[in-house]
């Protein structure tokens, strides 16, 4: 039976190492490839709700650059989460036309863990800025988001790397991941303890990942970026996009 798509780009979780899947899909762009269908969870859903919007990678860097991405609040009254994302949402609704998922360019699903029921759902209708934001909040560290009549926070938590909503429906599957485990990476604070709760969740089926994926995207050294640090965003950039035309060029040559 035909498949409904014939590219899906799946990226996952990982902060401002989002910054790689920018330089990813634009080496998929040199290389003649744009996704039909892209599902994406926090980082991956806020580059995925730009390149949707029909944003291209080097423009998206621009935006992010300018200094508002995962950008935070040094602390709020601790009742929901000690911090709070500052102006995700008001960006994503300024800089992209559309307010709902279903009118984006692409077909668009963002993971979102749904704190009531414990577990993941994959959005592709609804309101944009708020779903993005509510797959970007880690829990503890930022307050969850309403959606509906439920609270939802960071996707990663139940699904860091969202290909099930994708993975029937296209000829081929990119996957870029962001986040893989480094076990002898130390944690120095409790941001760093949150999110490392919240990114676990990858190795539980990066090996079912890699065998659904025609073309898996791991950038070699991106978990020693810290992910909520702007400053490496070039760096970052250049690392997913030359991870990416490396791993095309083997595929190549296997072939």
Same mark, same amino acid.
């Given at each position: 039976?035909?498949?409904?798509?014939?590219? =899906? #780009?799946? +990226?996952? =979780?990982?902060?401002?190492? =989002? *910054?790689?899947?920018? =330089?990813?899909?634009?080496?998929?762009n040199q290389l003649? !490839?744009? %996704?039909? $269908?892209?599902?994406?969870?926090?980082?991956?859903? !806020?580059?995925?709700?730009f390149i949707a919007a029909g944003k291209k990678p080097e423009e998206v860097l621009d935006i992010f650059k300018r200094g508002w991405f995962f950008q935070y609040t040094q602390i709020h009254l601790p009742v929901d989460g000690l911090l709070k994302l500052h102006g995700l949402k008001e960006i994503v609704d300024k800089e992209i036309e559309v307010k709902k998922i279903e009118d984006l360019d692409l077909p668009l699903h963002i993971c979102v863990s749904n704190l009531n029921k414990g577990r993941?759902?994959?959005?592709?209708?609804? @309101? #944009?800025?708020?779903? $993005?934001?509510?797959?970007?909040?880690? @829990? $503890?560290? *930022?307050? %969850?988001?309403? +959606?509906?009549v439920y609270q939802y926070v960071d996707g990663g938590l139940m699904d860091n790397i969202p290909v099930? %909503?994708?993975?029937?429906?296209?000829?081929?599957?990119?996957?870029s991941n962001i986040s893989p485990i480094n076990p002898t990476v130390k944690m120095k604070n409790l941001v760093q303890i949150a999110t490392r709760t919240v990114y676990m969740s990858v190795n539980v089926k990066t090996e079912e990942v890699k065998k659904l994926a025609n073309y898996y995207i791991? %950038?070699?050294?991106?978990?020693?970026?810290? !992910?909520?640090?702007?400053?490496?965003?070039?760096? +970052?950039?250049?690392l997913g996009y030359q991870t990416t035309m490396d791993v095309f060029k083997k595929k190549a040559l296997l072939k």
């Open positions: 039976m035909a498949k409904k798509y014939k590219t =899906g #780009l799946v +990226l996952s =979780g990982g902060g401002t190492r =989002g *910054f790689s899947h920018l =330089g990813t899909i634009a080496a998929l003649g !490839i744009r %996704p039909d $269908v892209i599902s994406g969870v926090s980082a991956g859903a !806020i580059v995925g709700a993941a759902e994959y959005k592709n209708s609804g @309101p #944009l800025g708020t779903t $993005v934001l509510a797959s970007s909040s880690i @829990p $503890v560290l *930022f307050a %969850p988001v309403k +959606l509906g099930d %909503p994708i993975k029937e429906e296209c000829e081929k599957l990119i996957v791991e %950038p070699k050294g991106i978990d020693k970026y810290d !992910i909520f640090l702007r400053k490496y965003a070039d760096e +970052l950039y250049e």
